[in-house]
């Protein structure tokens, strides 16, 4: 069997054991397999395991695999900063961007959103580390992010996703994890219908099931170490 196709399955199956010892429901968390600059034919592997969810954090390395494989129906994922000169590409090539931290961003995507394709699917990115060098919106203003997103039509608020600062051990990672899924629950009891959290690496993968993720994050641990993207 090809290598990432056989890690797919292993990942598949760590998902599965997961949500099994963590009493979540089966199916309840969704894998999007991190292709960021690993080759087309890394992606066709994945495919060929049944993944069609794949997420990308830079732009022209993504549209290289987009064109490339045309041919498969992917559902690709933005997950990387967004800079404002790259929304209308991202507008038009993508289902979901995970990494929406500025009302700027969302007002030109939901206008650059082709009349052609659904809604967008957003989640907003929340800094939950609280270090000023990582991107996300501060947990207070979240809220009030998430009520403006929401009056953009061409935008559809899924979520929120967040990358914690790398931390040891697993108590210490569902830790880390909480106060987002506590922001969620807040959220969800404020009447916006959210089905969305994305968090969990490879690294903490396991406490973000624990913790309540909907959807996890995964490139290591699938297509091995990341490869130098001339840019
Ligand atoms: C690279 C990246 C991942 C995947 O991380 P791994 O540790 O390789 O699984 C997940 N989320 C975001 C936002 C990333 O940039």
């Known amino acids: 069997m090809d290598p990432v196709t056989a890690s797919l399955a292993a990942i598949q199956a760590r998902i599965t054991q997961a949500e099994k010892t963590y009493s979540r429901p089966p199916g309840s ?34 549209l290289t695999k987009i064109t490339a494989i045309r041919d498969i129906p992917l559902e690709w994922h933005f997950i990387g900063p967004v800079q404002s000169n790259k929304t209308r590409q991202i507008a038009e090539n993508f289902s979901w961007v995970h990494s929406l931290d500025r009302l700027r961003v969302a007002s030109r995507l939901n206008d650059q959103r082709p ?10 990115q929340v800094n939950v580390s609280d270090e000023s060098s990582k991107s996300g919106v501060q947990p207070k203003e979240v809220e009030e992010l998430a009520a403006r997103i929401a009056e953009l039509d061409r935008l559809a608020l899924r979520g929120l996703m967040a990358i914690p600062a790398p931390t ?30 994305s968090m969990g690496m490879t690294d903490d993968l396991e406490a973000a099931v624990a ?14 170490a990341r490869r130098q993207v001339v840019r």
């Open 29 to 62: 968390v969704t894998l999007l397999a991190v292709s960021k600059t690993q080759p087309a034919d890394a992606v066709r592997s994945a495919c060929d395991g049944g993944q069609r969810a794949f997420g990308e954090n830079h732009l022209q390395d993504a």
């Open 211 to 224: 913790e309540g993720s909907t959807m996890v994050r995964i490139g290591t641990a699938i297509f091995g």
């Open 115 to 124: 009349p052609s394709l659904p809604p967008l699917n957003v989640c907003i």
């Open 168 to 197: 040891e051990g697993f108590e210490a990672q569902r830790a880390s994890l909480r106060p987002l899924k506590a922001l969620f629950d807040s959220l969800c009891a404020a009447g916006f219908p959210l089905d969305t959290l």
